[in-house]
Each structure stands twice: as structure tokens, then as C-alpha cells.
């Protein structure tokens, strides 16, 4: 089942909390677009430039404590 952007929103609305504002965050970050946003595009762009000039940190690497 495709649920739309604009459904998600309307679902979400219903939910009377404190934490309304994260739930709908969360759940609209799993909601697919057609295409990605102009600001998606631009952090790809961001984290190619980023990866090509500093490169990655293996996960086993980081320091998690």
C-alpha cells in the first residue's frame, strides 16, 4: 500500500501529544517521493565533495562511548 505525503500529514494531524512534531518527522522521512527534494540533492552533493576530500571513518573505528 502507497500512502502519499499529504495522507501521512493528515493521519499524523490526529495525534494529539507533546511529541507531535517528532512522530510526524519520523513518519514522513519513510513516505517515498517521486523525486528527491532540492534539499536532499543538495546534501548527496554535500556528502560526495565531503567523502572525495576526507574520505570515511570505519564504523569499528568510532569511539561509541
Known sequence: MDITRETL???VENI???YFGIV???LVG???????LPDEI???ERSKI????????????VDWD
Open 30 to 36: 519513510f513516505v517515498r517521493e517521486e523525486e528527491p
Open 9 to 11: 500529514h493528515e493521519l
Open 16 to 18: 494529539s501529544s507533546d
Open 24 to 26: 510526524r518527522h519520523i
Open 42 to 44: 543538495e546534501a548527496i
Open 50 to 61: 565531503s567523502i572525495a576530500t576526507y574520505g570515511t571513518v570505519d564504523f569499528d573505528d
